[in-house]
């Protein structure tokens, strides 16, 4: 039961790890819970904690006005909302299977084009985050049906609001998710290189976390130099970024483990 105490019916569709940590959540939420999973075995615990299993994708999405999906790809969403087209109208479909923009606002479209309320979501969480205090789900599309099930979506984490564009979710997403692993990109180059001079990639773990949570706290001050250039002066110049990449690039080249990170990063220098 949500804090407003209503109890929703709500369906999930897919039901891998992601898929099942969302079902749970609902269930500790008080929701009633329909699942549908193309693998039945998958929705055996679901079941244990209360849920109702659908016989078929398009059962389960006739069961609740809040449809959740969370499967492999475009494709696999696509392939089970197409034919349940008629079934969902009036209803309102949150699909938190990673996809790209494009991918989100054609699936708006078609969902418009359906009378269909679609919200869609990027989930910044590992199943395990799921209902903890550091998960959260950004969404875009239908605004007023966000705002109605707003407190039902806030019991997977925060519930952030990306914009009415129906790709503006997925677009921080994949964002989010590039600077990650540009990150662990820099850590794997980083590893190799210490291990040349005698030191190890678990050291440098532990000196390279602390160090880079500090700098995320520039993101601010570089946020600026791309929402409003004109008025940006930036602390750090370019010459002076340009030349500390080259400055790395060299030391990686002297020590056997030059890779393209570095001439990649270059070419991102504002102004060069
Ligand atoms: N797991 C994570 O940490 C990330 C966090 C960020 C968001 N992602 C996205 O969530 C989607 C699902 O991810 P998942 O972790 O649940 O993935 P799996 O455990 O591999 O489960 C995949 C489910 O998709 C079903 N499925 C695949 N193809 C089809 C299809 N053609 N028709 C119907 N269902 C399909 C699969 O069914 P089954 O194999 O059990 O029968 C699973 O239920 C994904 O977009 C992530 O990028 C998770």
Redesign the pocket.
């Given at each position: 039961m949500t804090n407003s105490g209503t109890t929703q019916r709500v369906s999930v569709?897919?039901?891998?790890?992601?898929?099942?940590?969302l079902a749970q959540a609902l269930l500790r939420g008080g929701h009633r819970v329909t699942v549908w999973?193309?693998?039945p075995a998958?929705a055996e615990a679901l079941v244990g904690d209360g849920a109702v299993l659908a016989a078929t994708?398009a059962d389960a999405m006739a069961a609740s006005d809040l449809v959740i999906l969370?499967?492999?790809?475009d494709?696999?969403v696509r392939?089970?909302l197409e034919p349940a087209a008629e079934r969902l109208r009036g209803r309102t479909v949150v699909n938190?299977?990673?996809?790209t923009p494009e991918q989100a606002r054609s699936l708006g479209a078609w969902a418009g084009g359906n009378g269909i309320d679609l919200i869609d979501g990027?989930?910044?969480?590992?199943?395990a985050m799921i209902g903890g205090p550091r998960a959260f789900v950004l969404y875009s599309g239908a605004t007023a049906a966000f705002e109605r099930y707003r407190e039902v979506l806030g019991l997977f984490g925060r519930a952030e609001w990306a914009g009415a564009d129906f790709g503006a979710a997925a677009m921080y997403?994949l964002a989010i998710l590039g600077g990650m692993y540009s990150m662990f990109a820099g850590f794997q180059q980083g590893g190799r290189m210490v291990r040349t001079t005698g030191g190890t990639a678990t050291h440098l773990a532990t000196l390279m976390a602390p160090f880079l949570q500090a700098m995320a706290g520039l993101f601010g001050q570089y946020a600026l130099g791309i929402d409003d250039p004109a008025s940006y002066v930036p602390e750090q110049s370019a010459d002076f970024t340009v030349g500390a990449l080259r400055t790395i690039a060299t030391a990686a080249d002297e020590s056997g483990t030059a890779s393209e990170l570095f001439e990649v990063l270059l070419k991102t220098v504002p102004g060069i």
């Open positions: 569709i897919g039901l891998g790890a992601m898929g099942a940590a999973n193309r693998t998958k994708a969370c499967v492999l790809d494709a696999a392939e089970h938190l299977t990673t996809t990027g989930i910044m969480a590992v199943p997403d």
